[in-house]
């Protein structure tokens, strides 16, 4: 069973920048990574997500800009810098793993995190 690990999340003003971690608990070069959110009563949203090498990313439209996903697979770490932070960034953000390639259907990624909880205070 693989196992993510979400951490760094917390209670920031706005305009402040967080960094998000997710400790993946296997090989994490073989899968792609999703960074996604969810706001209580809303449908989740992908934040961003990278291939498997970490060599290219995407974002939807509603996310560029502010928010840069990396990874580190010597670590089977992925990362979410998340810049300029706004109240209606508030959300629980969790990183999920997808079999070989990213995709902006959520719900396709077959393993997630617990969930990190990020609050952004105006």
């Known amino acids: 069973q693989v196992q993510l690990e979400e951490s760094g999340g917390g209670l920031v003003q706005a305009g402040d920048s967080l960094r998000l971690s997710c400790v993946f608990g296997g090989a994490i070069s073989t899968y792609a990574m999703g960074w996604i959110r969810q706001v209580p009563g809303k449908e989740r949203e992908l934040v961003g997500a990278?291939?498997?090498?970490?060599?290219?990313?995407y974002y939807p439209d509603s996310m560029k800009g502010r928010f840069t996903i990396s990874r580190d697979n010597a670590k089977n770490t992925v990362y979410l810098q998340m810049n300029s932070l706004k109240p209606e960034d508030t959300a629980v953000y969790y990183c999920?793993?997808?079999?070989?390639?990213?995709?902006?259907?959520?719900?396709?990624?077959?393993?997630w995190g617990q969930g990190t909880q990020v609050t952004v205070s105006s």
């Open positions: 990278t291939i498997r090498s970490g060599s290219s990313t």
């Open positions: 999920a793993a997808r079999s070989r390639y990213y995709s902006d259907y959520v719900s396709s990624y077959g393993y």
